[in-house]
Structures are given as C-alpha cells and as structure tokens.
C-alpha cells in the first residue's frame, strides 16, 4: 500500500465529486445551446465555439469529463443541423486534450506528474507548471485551429441526405450492431437475432421508399424552442454554489505555490473542496453522488502506481535511465538539453499516440527525474518535464486508443450510430 500515490488518487476524487455536481445543474447542455444560437445554423462557426469550450473547460475540468458530458449534447445539435457529427467530434475531442495540457488538473498525465513529490520538491508546482504551459497551448490551440480548416477544407460536413433519411440511417447502422452482438446458443437468441435484422432491413427498405426532399437553411430556428426547453440550467443555486466552490479550489491550487504556511497538499484542497460542495448542495442521496464516481479510473491509477514501483524494483526504470543517459552524453554539452528535450518531446508524443498517455508518463517520470538530477549531464529539471508533459498529452491526439478522452468520445458516438474507426481518426 505504501506504493500508492494517494495524493494523487485523492486529486482525482476530489476533482471528480465537484464535476459530479457541477454536471447535474445542466451547465454543460446550456452552454452547448449557446453556442448553437451563436452560431445561427452555420456549420463553422459552430465547430468553432464548441472546440474553445471545450479546450477552456477541460483546461479546469478533466478532459474525459468534458467529453462525457459533450458529446451527446454535440451530437443532438449536430443532428438538427443535419450535420455529420463524426468530424465534429475529433475536433472537440482534439481540442480538449490539447486544453487539458495546460494546466495541473487539465489532464491525468499532469495530475501525476505535479503530484510527484519528487518533482514538486524541485519548484514545480501547480502555479509554476500552468504558466509555463499554459502560454505554449494558446499557440497549439491556433495551430490546430489552422490545421482543422486545412484538413476539413474538402470534406462535405453537412449530410447529402435530408434530416429524415440520415436519422433512418442512423438508426439501420444501430439495429445492424445490436444484431452482430447477439450471440446464437438458443432458439431464443436465434429468434431474437433474426428480428433485429429484419427491422433493419425493413428501415432500410422504407428508406429507398422516401422521397428525398432538402432542408430549410433557417430550420436552425424552428428547432430552437424545442432546444430551449429541453438543454437548459435546471438548478441555477447549485450552479453558483459550484462555481464558487470550483473557483475557490482552483484559487487554492495556485495559492499552493506561494503561500508556504499552507500545510495542505493538492489532493486535500480537492477533498476539501468537494466536502464543501456536498454540504452546500444539501446532497441527500450520496449513493446516487457516489456511482457518478470513476472507481475504475481510480482503481486503475492505484494498480499502476503498484506495477510501476514493482518495475523499478526490479531495475527495469534505471537501466531505459541510463541507456538515455548515456544516449544524452554523447552529444556536445551546450546541445545536450536541447536534445533531451527533442528526445523528450517527440519518443511521449509517438509513444502516448499508440499506448494509453497515463501508464507512458508514469513510467517515463522516474527516467526525467534521473536526467535531471544526473550532475554529469548537468540538464534543469523544469524544461524536461515541460517536455514530458508536452509530448505525453498532445501525442494522445494521434490516434483513437491514445487518450481516454478518445476512447470515452468513439463509445458514446458508437452508442448513437456514429461509429468512429481507428483508421479514420487516424487520418
């Protein structure tokens, strides 16, 4: 147990109760609404305000929460748009990892690296860590804003089909899966199985029958009353409870950095925090408050605290450290954090693009100390594991399995009958 790193664990609980509150005054359906108005039934404009809100709101919230809470609300708006809302979501998703890197909070890779006594005992904390990255993101955020209009500039966003034909096609795609994912050991199942698909061919059917008719440019404001009624704030008083609370625990997070008789870690003030917001919400089921809880996640960061502890007993850690190093040494001194931080930089961004960015930095923060404190090569330790923070969240971007906002984002697409390939977020 003493391998746990519980202040991170505590980080992610604690951050984890106040989304989960935050989340049920229906703030995040409300602001997506906004920005359907804003956008007045254009597709760009659109795509737009909703990757700044997304990349802002996962620099506070994590990104997976972002996402979760997203996603469906984009997928309605897209659907009334009669948009495709496949590439609409890769940018969200895209622009959320790329927010979530600039701050301590934004993302689990940098939860665990600020978390890290090690690092924290050398100067970086939260405040130190989210100004120097939080300056590099906004040109990210441009860049990737260029390079979306240039990749997207040939693809047809809007759908070829009227609003009717492509939600029966949408609901085809979803009786097909249901079917593929019966499986046959009984007559019963055999029955079942059989009736899926004869509904989907029977959708399919009524389909080629319809007379294809297009959609009204201003049908945006036919659909907008309905929008209202439906994505709206439904608690407005826990709203302003929440974001008081959130506010006075992000303040308390850069507070951390300079005040030093603040004998609190960052893992309590999210405890702390979320205490606070329980009590203020006058929460009476905390079993309901408890399954919006990620258990697994925080399972999952509690094993992989373990497995890599039990790696580096076995020297697995020292012995990629000092291959590295030695890799390091080998070039001119006035080079060599130069090229560690290349090294850095460019191995996290094509390894967290194929591997899950959580288990990557968690095993590479042990080399980035060991470089850092290694007086023969004689590198800073803060520009490293900028590096490492860098490469480890944006490189998740490359491809579906990268990030598990990636992943969180292709599941509830999938479940709306708008599969998202490896391949095609690939491309």
Same mark, same amino acid.
């Given at each position: 147990?003493?391998?746990?790193? @519980?202040?991170?664990?505590?980080?992610?609980?604690?951050?984890?109760?106040?989304?989960?509150?935050?989340?049920?005054?229906?703030?995040?359906?409300?602001?997506?609404?906004?920005?359907?108005?804003?956008?007045?039934?254009?597709?760009?404009?659109?795509?737009?305000?909703?990757?700044?809100?997304?990349?802002?709101?996962?620099?506070?919230?994590?990104?997976?929460?972002?996402?979760?809470?997203?996603?469906?609300?984009?997928?309605?708006?897209?659907?009334?748009?009669?948009?495709?809302?496949?590439?609409?979501?890769?940018?969200?998703?895209?622009?959320?990892?790329?927010?979530?890197?600039?701050?301590?909070?934004?993302? *689990?890779?940098?939860?665990?690296?600020?978390?890290?006594?090690?690092?924290?005992?050398?100067?970086?904390?939260?405040?130190?860590?989210?100004?120097?990255?939080?300056?590099?993101?906004?040109?990210?955020?441009?860049?990737? @804003?260029?390079?979306?209009?240039?990749?997207?500039?040939?693809?047809?966003?809007?759908?070829?089909?009227? !609003?009717?034909?492509?939600?029966?096609?949408?609901?085809?795609?979803?009786?097909?899966?249901?079917?593929?994912?019966? *499986?046959?050991?009984?007559?019963?199942?055999?029955?079942?199985?059989?009736?899926?698909?004869?509904?989907?061919?029977?959708?399919?059917?009524?389909?080629?029958?319809?007379? @294809?008719?297009?959609?009204?440019?201003?049908?945006?404001?036919?659909?907008? !009353?309905?929008?209202?009624?439906?994505?709206?704030?439904?608690?407005?008083?826990?709203?302003?409870?929440?974001?008081?609370?959130?506010?006075?625990?992000?303040?308390?997070?850069?507070? @951390?950095?300079?005040?030093?008789?603040?004998?609190?870690?960052?893992?309590?003030?999210?405890?702390?925090?979320?205490?606070?917001?329980?009590?203020?919400?006058?929460?009476?089921?905390?079993?309901?408050?408890?399954?919006?809880?990620?258990?697994?996640?925080?399972?999952?960061?509690?094993?992989?605290?373990?497995?890599?502890?039990?790696?580096?007993?076995?020297?697995?850690?020292?012995?990629?450290?000092?291959?590295?190093?030695?890799?390091?040494?080998?070039?001119?001194?006035?080079?060599?954090?130069?090229?560690?931080?290349?090294?850095?930089?460019?191995?996290?961004?094509?390894?967290?693009?194929?591997?899950?960015?959580? *288990?990557?930095?968690?095993?590479?923060?042990?080399?980035?100390?060991?470089?850092?404190?290694?007086?023969?090569?004689?590198?800073?330790? *803060?520009?490293?594991?900028?590096?490492?923070?860098?490469?480890?969240?944006?490189?998740?971007?490359?491809?579906?399995?990268?990030?598990?906002?990636?992943?969180?984002?292709?599941?509830?697409?999938?479940?709306?009958?708008?599969?998202?390939?490896?391949?095609?977020?690939?491309?």
């Amino acid at each position: 147990m003493e391998w746990i790193d @519980y202040e991170t664990v505590c980080l992610l609980f604690g951050m984890m109760t106040i989304v989960a509150i935050f989340s049920s005054t229906g703030f995040f359906d409300w602001a997506a609404l906004k920005a359907y108005k804003l956008a007045r039934g254009k597709v760009w404009p659109l795509i737009t305000i909703l990757c700044i809100f997304s990349g802002i709101i996962s620099a506070f919230l994590d990104n997976v929460t972002t996402i979760l809470l997203m996603t469906p609300v984009s997928i309605r708006l897209c659907q009334v748009l009669n948009l495709n809302p496949t590439n609409i979501l890769i940018a969200e998703v895209l622009f959320s990892n790329i927010g979530g890197t600039a701050t301590a909070v934004g993302d *689990p890779p940098n939860v665990i690296i600020v978390s890290n006594k090690q690092i924290s005992d050398a100067g970086i904390t939260f405040a130190t860590f989210t100004a120097h990255l939080c300056i590099g993101i906004v040109f990210c955020m441009a860049t990737g @804003y260029g390079a979306l209009r240039l990749m997207y500039r040939n693809l047809k966003l809007e759908n070829t089909d009227p !609003p009717e034909v492509a939600e029966m096609k949408r609901e085809v795609e979803i009786w097909k899966r249901t079917a593929e994912r019966v *499986p046959i050991v009984s007559a019963e199942q055999k029955a079942v199985k059989a009736m899926l698909v004869q509904k989907s061919l029977a959708v399919e059917t009524a389909i080629r029958n319809k007379q @294809y008719r297009k959609s009204s440019s201003n049908a945006w404001r036919k659909n907008l !009353p309905e929008l209202e009624k439906k994505y709206r704030v439904t608690d407005m008083p826990l709203l302003i409870k929440s974001s008081v609370i959130l506010g006075a625990v992000v303040v308390l997070f850069f507070s @951390y950095s300079f005040v030093n008789n603040l004998h609190v870690e960052l893992g309590w003030i999210a405890i702390l925090g979320a205490v606070w917001l329980i009590v203020l919400a006058d929460v009476h089921s905390i079993e309901f408050l408890l399954e919006k809880i990620e258990w697994a996640t925080l399972l999952f960061f509690a094993g992989l605290f373990i497995l890599m502890e039990a790696l580096e007993e076995m020297g697995l850690i020292d012995f990629i450290g000092e291959h590295t190093a030695d890799l390091v040494r080998q070039v001119e001194p006035k080079n060599r954090l130069l090229v560690a931080i290349v090294l850095i930089v460019w191995i996290s961004a094509i390894a967290s693009s194929f591997i899950d960015n959580i *288990p990557f930095t968690t095993a590479m923060i042990p080399i980035v100390i060991g470089l850092g404190q290694d007086p023969s090569l004689g590198l800073p330790l *803060p520009p490293l594991v900028w590096s490492l923070a860098m490469g480890a969240c944006l490189g998740g971007n490359g491809t579906l399995i990268g990030a598990s906002a990636n992943v969180v984002c292709a599941g509830l697409a999938e479940q709306h009958g708008y599969p998202i390939s490896f391949n095609y977020f690939f491309k």
